[in-house]
Structure formats: C-alpha cells, structure tokens
C-alpha cells in the first residue's frame, strides 16, 4: 500500500496500462483461446504486453487473469490450473514491471449469477474470488482491480474476498452503459450508488471500465465523484467497438482519447488508462497528455 499511496500523495495522475486483449491477438491469441491459458503456454508473450505498457510509461500495470476464477476457467477446461494461472501471472508482470510500476492483478466477473438470480450462494462467490486473489498475492500482485462489474453484490463479493486474503490496495471497477435513463450496469446500478456502497464495503479506490469512449467516461466520473471521497479509477475504451470485414476494431486514435484527457482529470480521475482497443501508444499519449496538463 505504500507505494501507491506515495504515487498518491504526489498529486499527480496516475497512469495505468490498456487493453489486454487485444494486444494478445496480435501476438497470436486464437478467437476462442482462453487468454489466459497463455500465461502457460506463452509467457514470454504475456510479458511482452506488460513491458509494452511500462516502456510506454504506465505506472500500474495489469495481469492476464481477467478471467482466472476457478468458476471461469472451468468452462475452457482450466479450472485445475486456476491457482497456477494467477501466480504465475502476477510473476510475469512483476518480472516486466520491475521498479518501473506496480502490478495491480486483474479480477473480473465469474460469468456466474448469484442467488437468488443464479444458483452460486454468496458464500461461495466469495471463496472462488479469495482462491483466485490469494494465488495472484503469491504470485507478487502490488495490487487488486476488480473490474468490468455490472452486479454490486458480485462486486462486494469479490472485496470481501480481497479484504480477507489480501493485504494491498484494491480498487473495484464498473462498467456502465448510457441509457435513456442515465448510465447504469446492464444490472441497472447507477454510478453514484456504485461509488457509495463501494466506499462503504471496503474498497480503497472506486472507478469506471469499459463501456463507452472516453468522452462518456468523463460523465460517469463526474457522477461517482459526487457520490465518494475515494480515488477514482478510470479506463475508457478507445471508442465503441465497430464490426469491420467480420473483425471487432475501436477507431479512436491516441490522439483523440489523449484530447479528453483534462476533461477525465477535472471530473475527478486520479488514475487513468485505457481499455478494449487501447494499445501502448494510446498510454504513451496519455503520458504526454498529462506532462502538458502539468506544465
């Protein structure tokens, strides 16, 4: 926690990597390979996407265990290796990170339904997360993000579980959608309400992922800055995703996510980056962004 609380403290923004993914399909990744499985059978590809993001000057970087619970990975046949997966993740990032950044290990949603909605007990939620996150503290993880949630009690689930096993920072992350109501979760949790419950679960820093571009972001961000005293977490897509000769691209340029910059940063974000069709040069841009915003 002290390390990032210094990065904090400095009052300057914070920069965080960008998508995952994507990054992993141009090094090869198949459309349906579980990303993850990578981390066994490609580390040295996984590595190369942290040090992609630390060379272009994020100061947080991420892991390969987006989809790394037990509950997940048993559906592409990797549930006995979910405790080898998160470890061995967190390693490669750290190996990549080095004294340049801190590792905040990813943590995303289940795919599961929570009682009474689903079938899984809040009980066991709560265990498959805190299998997950202990084997990515194992593995060296600075931090947890938990993000891309839509449902605040798989959310609190999971910051229970980290509050239980680990001992960093966490930051909890949802994804919200514009509607003609407002912005919402596909589960109809509003930002402020997010931001509130959070706050009072536990969860150390608060935030937005995915969704939208990074102009909607500055209106979730507005939102949840009202409703928290928190550090507010940010990662925006680069655009909305478009279908293009049977291919899934975003089309906002680095230039034009880094344009919005100083809006993101004066409705509250203390930590921004980038996620699905972000790449190092979106960071780099964001980097050079902030060096004129301090100027």
Known sequence: ???????????????????????????????GEAPESWVLIQPDAVREVANAYVCAGAEIVLTDTFGGSRFKLAKVGFAD?????????????????????????????????????????????????????????????????IETMTDLGEAKAALQAAKNVFSGPVVVSMTFDKGPKGYATMMGVRPE?????????GADVVGSNCGHGIENMVEVIRLMDGATDLPLWAKPNAGLPQLVGGKTIFTQTPEETAAHFGELVEAGARIIGGCCGTTPEHIRALVQAREQLDA
Not at 2 to 29: C, H, M, P, Y
């Open 1 to 31: 926690m002290n390390r990032f609380k210094q990065l904090l403290s400095d009052r300057r923004v914070i920069i965080a990597d960008g998508a995952w993914g994507t990054q992993l399909s141009e090094r090869g990744l198949q459309p």
């Open 81 to 145: 290796d979910a405790e080898q997966i998160n470890r061995r993740a967190a390693e490669l990032s750290k190996d990549a990170a080095g004294d340049s950044a801190l590792v905040f290990a990813s943590v995303g949603p289940t795919g599961e339904f929570m009682q009474p909605l689903g079938l899984v007990s809040e009980e066991e939620m709560v265990e498959v997360f805190a299998e997950q996150i202990a084997a990515l503290q194992a593995g060296g993880a600075d931090g947890i993000l």
């Open 193 to 201: 309400q997010a931001a509130e419950e959070l706050q009072g679960a």
